[in-house]
């Protein structure tokens, strides 16, 4: 009775803990020390498990939390900034198919449920492998070892039909007194190739929602698992991590003014792109010096990264350039769009890492107002996000999205490597405007060369 108490007073802070740290993560400020309360919590998590009565296999426990952690540790000490989205979604999935194993051994050792329960059981299994194997298509397309996204004939009956056969089943073996290896086999197989036939048709404009929707899948699962095992701590953390992966859903879909259903079930492709409108003109080159005397001269600077500048790991160098312009008195500020970049906050951490202060960087409804009385529009590396197609050309499948109105600045230069089209597949009509130069060139030796012109005109 006294070791009950103790646990479960000690999962309440956990979750208190959690709930604390998740508050914290809110602002770029706290955020580190959010962070650092949740890791602390969830190792006090895992321990006071041990505590657990009747607890079996506590060696093999050991030395899955040693491999598991080690590995987490390392891979989480060499991975790059540019490769976090991946991480983040891998390990997302990690979580699902944790979740979804818990189901598999409740339903090999034929533990009698009741009927909620067993449902429960059921849908946690199917949702947990749907956000593994999703997760770990996510991953290659991100990785780039998949490049291309996969449509299949009669997609959406495909899905729907997937997805009854596959509960069906889980319902039958879930009902069953004693459930047998094929079924199960078929059962897993099954929800693992649904989480697969989701996400292969989803192009890398949707890919920033897609991990936050599988993130929502796997809280979700975690939580249902918590229910079947009673046990109070999954249960809270799978709430917490389920409910805030929603609401980020949610408010990434708004900011692409795109219906999660859409996502899911009509993604934005290379293929999709070309319904919209021709885009005419031509795009006209700057060199270094241009850009370097066009900003150096201006009042007021506005800077928009994309991924093409975590490509290139030239965060460092665009703030070394900044700081050189506020020392000649040109005012600079930094724009952030809610999906730019692979993942939520994906460019928020990246000027982080490289210095820039928390408040000369700005949201979308911050600074949309500001373009207009900019005199330079600098844009690194990103596409789609300041596509003026989403406002005026209604037959663009991002037409409605809101963009950073980088095209309404005086003047815009474009870094980018190539003139090939976004991670969409969308041409983006603001590279043919007349006020529009494009850099081309990586971001980190184009930077760098901007750099030595404002010294030089600085001399």
Same mark, same amino acid.
């Given at each position: 009775?006294?070791?009950? *108490?103790?646990?479960?007073?000690?999962?309440?802070?956990?979750?208190?803990?959690?709930?604390?740290?998740?508050?914290?993560?809110?602002?770029?400020?706290?955020?580190?020390?959010? =962070?650092?309360?949740?890791?602390?919590?969830?190792?006090?998590?895992?321990?006071?498990?041990?505590?657990?009565?009747?607890?079996?296999?506590?060696?093999?426990?050991?030395?899955?939390?040693?491999?598991?952690?080690?590995?987490? *540790? *390392?891979?989480?000490?060499?991975?790059?900034?540019?490769?976090?989205?991946?991480?983040?979604?891998?390990?997302?999935?990690?979580?699902?198919?944790?979740?979804?194993?818990?189901?598999?051994?409740?339903?090999?050792?034929?533990?009698?449920?009741?009927?909620?329960?067993?449902?429960?059981?059921?849908?946690?299994?199917?949702?947990?492998?749907?956000?593994?194997?999703?997760?770990?298509?996510?991953?290659?397309?991100?990785?780039?070892?998949?490049?291309?996204? =996969?449509?299949?004939?009669? @997609?959406?009956?495909?899905?729907?039909?997937?997805?009854?056969?596959?509960?069906?089943?889980?319902?039958?073996?879930?009902?069953?007194?004693?459930?047998?290896?094929?079924?199960?086999?078929?059962?897993?197989?099954?929800?693992?190739?649904?989480?697969?036939?989701?996400?292969?048709?989803?192009?890398?404009?949707?890919?920033?929602?897609?991990?936050?929707?599988?993130?929502?899948?796997?809280?979700?699962?975690?939580?249902?698992?918590?229910?079947?095992?009673?046990?109070?701590?999954?249960?809270?953390?799978?709430?917490?991590?389920?409910?805030?992966?929603?609401?980020?859903? @949610?408010?990434?879909?708004?900011?692409?003014?795109?219906?999660?259903?859409?996502?899911?079930?009509?993604?934005?492709?290379?293929?999709?792109?070309?319904?919209?409108?021709?885009?005419?003109?031509?795009?006209?080159?700057?060199?270094?010096?241009?850009?370097?005397?066009?900003?150096?001269?201006?009042?007021?600077?506005?800077?928009?990264?994309?991924?093409?500048?975590?490509?290139?790991?030239?965060?460092?160098?665009? *703030?070394?350039?900044?700081?050189?312009?506020?020392?000649?008195?040109?005012?600079?500020?930094?724009? =952030?769009?809610?999906?730019?970049?692979?993942?939520?906050?994906?460019?928020?951490?990246?000027?982080?890492?490289?210095?820039?202060?928390?408040?000369?960087?700005?949201?979308?409804?911050?600074?949309?107002?500001?373009?207009?009385?900019?005199?330079?529009?600098?844009? =690194?590396?990103?596409?789609?996000?300041?596509?003026?197609?989403?406002?005026?050309?209604?037959?663009?499948?991002?037409?409605?999205?809101?963009?950073?109105?980088?095209?309404?600045?005086?003047?815009?230069?474009?870094?980018?490597?190539?003139?090939?089209?976004?991670?969409?597949?969308?041409?983006?009509?603001?590279?043919?405007?007349?006020?529009?130069?494009?850099?081309?060139?990586?971001?980190?030796?184009?930077?760098?060369?901007?750099?030595?012109?404002?010294?030089?005109?600085?001399?």
């Amino acid at each position: 009775m006294t070791s009950n *108490w103790f646990i479960n007073a000690s999962y309440f802070g956990v979750a208190l803990v959690f709930i604390l740290g998740l508050k914290a993560m809110s602002s770029p400020v706290t955020a580190r020390k959010g =962070i650092i309360w949740a890791g602390f919590a969830m190792i006090a998590a895992t321990v006071v498990t041990f505590f657990l009565p009747n607890l079996h296999n506590i060696g093999l426990m050991v030395l899955a939390i040693v491999l598991g952690g080690g590995l987490a *540790w *390392w891979s989480g000490k060499v991975v790059k900034m540019t490769d976090m989205p991946q991480m983040v979604a891998i390990y997302n999935g990690m979580g699902g198919g944790a979740a979804a194993g818990i189901a598999a051994v409740e339903l090999v050792r034929g533990v009698q449920h009741s009927a909620m329960v067993s449902t429960l059981l059921v849908l946690g299994a199917i949702i947990g492998s749907v956000a593994f194997s999703g997760s770990c298509v996510a991953f290659a397309k991100l990785q780039g070892l998949m490049n291309k996204a =996969i449509r299949l004939p009669y @997609q959406n009956n495909v899905n729907f039909f997937l997805t009854l056969i596959t509960f069906g089943i889980g319902l039958t073996i879930g009902y069953a007194d004693s459930p047998g290896g094929f079924e199960i086999f078929l059962f897993f197989a099954l929800a693992l190739a649904l989480g697969v036939v989701l996400v292969l048709p989803i192009g890398g404009a949707d890919m920033p929602v897609v991990i936050s929707l599988l993130n929502a899948f796997t809280g979700l699962a975690v939580g249902f698992k918590g229910f079947v095992l009673g046990n109070p701590a999954l249960i809270v953390a799978g709430i917490v991590v389920g409910a805030s992966g929603t609401l980020l859903t @949610q408010l990434m879909a708004k900011a692409m003014n795109r219906p999660i259903k859409n996502i899911i079930f009509a993604p934005l492709t290379g293929e999709a792109a070309e319904s919209g409108a021709e885009v005419e003109g031509t795009m006209r080159e700057a060199s270094a010096l241009d850009a370097a005397a066009l900003m150096r001269y201006g009042q007021k600077v506005i800077i928009v990264p994309g991924y093409g500048m975590a490509v290139a790991g030239a965060q460092h160098k665009v *703030w070394e350039m900044a700081q050189l312009l506020e020392e000649g008195g040109v005012e600079v500020a930094f724009a =952030i769009h809610p999906v730019a970049g692979r993942m939520p906050g994906h460019m928020n951490v990246l000027l982080a890492e490289a210095g820039v202060p928390y408040d000369k960087i700005f949201d979308l409804e911050e600074i949309n107002a500001d373009f207009a009385q900019a005199d330079v529009a600098l844009v =690194i590396g990103a596409n789609d996000v300041v596509n003026p197609v989403a406002r005026t050309d209604k037959s663009s499948p991002i037409y409605g999205m809101p963009i950073l109105n980088a095209d309404l600045a005086q003047n815009v230069i474009v870094v980018k490597r190539g003139k090939g089209a976004g991670y969409s597949g969308i041409e983006n009509a603001l590279f043919y405007k007349e006020n529009c130069r494009m850099l081309y060139g990586s971001a980190q030796s184009a930077i760098s060369e901007v750099i030595t012109h404002v010294k030089a005109l600085e001399a």
